[in-house]
C-alpha cells in the first residue's frame, strides 16, 4: 500500500531531551516535506526537501533539524525540544518538485508534547 | 509572502445541500491551487488541484472554480452527506518551492 509514515505517533517528552520524529515514504516521491498544525495557525511548513541531500527552511525552521540521505526517509530532528514546540506533526511526500504533480500525501500525524 | 483566507467559522448545512466553501489570497494568482480534506486528529487527504488558466474543475460530486480576478476559488460539495463533514484546506502553490496553506473551514453536514 502507498503510503507515509510516521513514527512515533504520540510523544511526551520533556525539555531538552533530544527526539527524532521519523517519516519514510514508499512511492519513490522527491519531494518530502514537514509541517506543523496549531489551533488557530493552521498548517505551517518547517523544511522541505526536493531531493537527496538537499534540504532547505519553510516558514517556521528554528528549533528543528532534517536530513535527507535516502528518498525514502525525511526524519525530523528537536535538538533540545522546548514548550512552544508542542504541537502535531505532519510529514508529507509529494511525486513532483513543481508542477501539476505537486499534490501532498500525508502521513498520520505525530502528537508531541514538550513539558 | 501569500496571505490565505479561509472562513473560520463553522459552515452547517443539511444533508442533500449544495455546500460552498471560499478560499480568497491577497497577492499574484498561484500557479496552481489544491484542496484538501482533513479529519480530527488526522493528516490531509488531496481532493482537487486547479490550475491558473482553468475555471473549473470536477471530480464527482466535488467541483472547483479558480477566479484570479477576484483571487477567490469555490469549493462546492453537491448533494452533501454526513460523511463529508470534516475540515477543508486550500492551498496556494505558487511553483516554487512550498505550498502555503489555509487555515481551512470545518463543514459540518446534518441528517
Known amino acids: 500500500e502507498a503510503q507515509v509514515t510516521q513514527n512515533p505517533r504520540y510523544l511526551i517528552t520533556v525539555t531538552g531531551k533530544k527526539l527524532t520524529v521519523t517519516c519514510s515514504q514508499n512511492?519513490?516521491?522527491?519531494?518530502m516535506s514537514w509541517y506543523r498544525q496549531d489551533p488557530g495557525l493552521g498548517l505551517r511548513q518547517i523544511y522541505y526537501?526536493?531531493?537527496?541531500?538537499?534540504?532547505d527552511k519553510g516558514d517556521v525552521p528554528e528549533g528543528y533539524k532534517v536530513s535527507r540521505k535516502e528518498k525514502r526517509n525525511f526524519p525530523l530532528i528537536l535538538e533540545s525540544p522546548s514548550p512552544n514546540q508542542t504541537s502535531l506533526y505532519f510529514c508529507?511526500?509529494?511525486?513532483?518538485?513543481?508542477?501539476?504533480?505537486?499534490?501532498?500525501?500525508f502521513g498520520p500525524g505525530t502528537r508531541l508534547t514538550v513539558t | 509572502s501569500q496571505k490565505i483566507e479561509q472562513n473560520s467559522e463553522a459552515l452547517n448545512i443539511q444533508e442533500g445541500k449544495t455546500a460552498t466553501l471560499t478560499c480568497n489570497y491577497t497577492?499574484?494568482?498561484?500557479?496552481?491551487l489544491q484542496w484538501y480534506r482533513q479529519d480530527p486528529g488526522r493528516g490531509p487527504v488531496f481532493l482537487l488541484l486547479?490550475?491558473?488558466?482553468?475555471k473549473e474543475k470536477r471530480k464527482e460530486r466535488l467541483k472547483v472554480t479558480f477566479d484570479t480576478t477576484l483571487k477567490q476559488s469555490l469549493f462546492h460539495i453537491t448533494a452533501s452527506q454526513p460523511a463529508d463533514s470534516a475540515t477543508y484546506l486550500c492551498?496556494?502553490?505558487?511553483?516554487?518551492?512550498?505550498?502555503?496553506f489555509g487555515k481551512g473551514t470545518m463543514l459540518l453536514v446534518s441528517p
Open positions: 508529507a511526500s509529494s511525486p513532483r518538485t513543481s508542477g501539476a504533480k505537486r499534490m501532498q500525501y
Open positions: 486547479i490550475r491558473e488558466n482553468e
Open positions: 526537501s526536493m531531493n537527496v541531500e538537499v534540504t
Open positions: 497577492n499574484y494568482s498561484p500557479a496552481y
Open positions: 492551498a496556494l502553490d505558487e511553483g516554487y518551492s512550498t505550498l502555503t
Open positions: 512511492m519513490n516521491h522527491e519531494y
